[in-house]
């Protein structure tokens, strides 16, 4: 039985590369049988598609920022 | 990422565009033109940035994550996972984010690094591996460890806050 720290890892890599069988097999079944790191795999999938969120919010610069940027390319406002 | 090196980056892409400007086409639209111009400004700052880390002796054992886990055989959470309330209501809250960027600035610079490219920038392994000049391997430890440290940080900050 693989232990939860082995299940964290492998559940972090499954979202990086395809797994081995072996391994799928392993993280199916103690994922069966282990609600903490049912939860864990849960929630860094969920922190993906949050981090995907955040790369489409259109950042926007602080007008500060924007007279600075000016002033420095030689345009006027 | 820092605000001020946004900024910064912002500003080397507008000038590097204006000395630039009678070599767009026009084939792309000016947007497009520009953001191209700034991936690689980014790039390049993760670059020079990854360079001065990469000295560093590359930590093998990470102490904060090990004590994530009990020393027993079974190698137990120390503390377990607890259930989020509303994770998706959460995108849509400012003060979300807000501490999304806090707990960001809490992961060690390299691993927040493969976090920020693999997953809000979504390059692909091979691009963030160039990047950062490390094996696949090791950018799925800097994954795991950004993602351990993020979960936990947004768990206590955000979905847990203390017991009332």
Redesign the interface.
């Known amino acids: 039985?693989a232990?939860?720290?082995?299940v964290?890892?492998l559940v972090?890599?499954r979202?990086?590369?395809r797994l081995g069988l072996r391994d799928r097999l392993r993280v199916r079944l103690h994922l069966w049988v282990c609600?903490?790191?049912a939860?864990?795999a849960q929630?860094?999938e969920?922190?993906?598609r949050?981090?995907?969120?955040?790369?489409a919010?259109e950042?926007r610069?602080?007008p500060e920022?924007r007279t600075?940027?000016r002033s420095?390319?030689g345009l006027r406002r | 990422m820092r605000r001020s090196l946004a900024e910064d980056l912002v500003q080397e892409t507008l000038t590097a565009a204006l000395t630039a400007r009678e070599r767009y086409s026009g084939a792309a639209s000016e947007r497009t033109w520009l953001i191209g111009i700034l991936k690689n400004k980014l790039i390049d700052h993760l670059r020079r940035a990854g360079r001065e880390t990469l000295l560093d002796p590359h930590d093998e054992v990470d102490d904060t994550i090990e004590t994530m886990f009990q020393n027993d055989p079974g190698r137990h959470w120390q503390s377990e996972p607890s259930p989020w309330a509303n994770p998706s209501g959460a995108l849509e809250q400012q003060q979300f984010w807000r501490a999304f960027a806090d707990c960001l600035d809490t992961v060690p610079a390299r691993q927040a690094q493969a976090f920020t490219l693999t997953e809000i920038e979504g390059l692909s392994s091979d691009e963030v591996c160039k990047v950062l000049g490390v094996a696949a391997t090791n950018l799925w430890v800097l994954l795991y460890r950004a993602r351990m440290r993020l979960r936990t940080c947004l768990e206590q900050r955000w979905f847990v806050p203390e017991d009332g």
């Open positions: 039985m232990t939860c720290k082995e964290s890892e972090s890599q979202l990086d590369r609600d903490a790191c939860r864990f929630q860094i969920w922190l993906r949050a981090a995907r969120t955040a790369g919010l950042p610069l602080s920022a600075r940027i420095k390319l």
